[in-house]
């Protein structure tokens, strides 16, 4: 995902953000991954007053709009300190640099779609999250594209899949074998229509549905004039942290999570 699709994040940002309305979490430290410039976070102070950033800057970010980024997320935190996560660091080393419990939300914009494992992604998101957290996120699914699939296309130009091709139930039997709770997912098609080839190859590469060197594309002569995006929008709890993964859908529970009540308890 690149800054030329900016307006794409707003506006997916926008429509998770409000399926939060009818939430009940009372958050008081949010993990936005992948952060960027946007109306997400001003959204998040008015519906979490007091709430502290942990961010996670894009990776095409400039150093100006990355140290811009930052002071604005100390802003919103109200001069509270709060951790700049690296997602170039992530990628390499497949841990977001925070403490286990440590976050009440993680809100994840057109991200997953990128990652070659998905599962590894919920499973730090798990970590990261409080008991009681909430994790919110959005993807593009496998027919994102569909119109470039055809024969003719793949013979002009370089296309790629996403890294994570997964449908909203390939997400929610995910999120559960992750042991998240209450997985709610939801999906829509955004159809995108184009005047100029060069925008839409532009768009293409940005979504990573197509090479990045490519410099041949502007001569194919049988470009759709529309995009489909297939978004896909999830939420899911992170519950019952205290039990360790279940085995043969039995949960278990760690002998030193057991209280014992002494004679002197029920004195």
């Known amino acids: 995902m690149t800054q030329s699709i900016r307006w794409l994040q707003d506006e997916i940002a926008d429509r998770m953000l409000q399926k939060l309305d009818i939430v009940k979490l009372e ?24 709430i502290r950033f ?12 990355l140290f811009k980024l930052r002071a604005i997320r100390f802003w919103n935190s109200k001069f509270k300190s709060a951790s700049c996560i690296s997602l170039d660091d992530y990628k390499k080393t497949g841990r977001i640099n925070l403490p286990s419990n440590s976050v009440d939300l993680v809100v994840s914009v057109l991200f997953i779609q990128d990652l070659s494992d998905p599962k590894h992604f919920l499973q730090e998101c798990w970590r990261v999250l409080k008991e009681g957290g909430l994790l919110t996120l959005s993807y593009l699914g496998p027919d994102t594209g569909k119109e470039l699939c055809s024969e003719s296309l793949s013979q002009q130009l370089p296309l790629q899949k996403l890294a994570s091709p997964w449908d909203m139930h390939d997400m929610g039997d995910a999120l559960l074998g992750e042991r998240f709770s209450d997985p709610v997912m939801d999906m829509e098609i955004l159809g995108l229509d184009y005047d100029s080839d060069a925008l839409l190859l532009a ?34 709890w992170a519950l019952g ?27």
């Open 54 to 65: 942990h961010s996670a800057p894009e990776s095409e970010l400039s150093k100006l709009e």
């Open 203 to 236: 768009d293409a590469k940005a979504l990573n549905l197509l090479a990045s060197n490519d410099q041949n594309g502007a001569q194919c002569t049988q470009l759709p004039k529309k995009l489909s995006l297939e978004v896909v929008y999830g939420h899911a």
């Open 27 to 50: 958050a008081k430290d949010v993990l936005l991954i992948p952060d960027f410039p946007g109306a997400h976070a001003p959204f998040l102070t008015k519906r979490f007053p007091g």
């Open 241 to 267: 942290k205290h039990l360790a993964k279940a085995q043969d859908h039995v949960a278990y529970i760690d002998l030193n999570q057991i209280g014992r009540k002494t004679r002197s308890d029920s004195a």
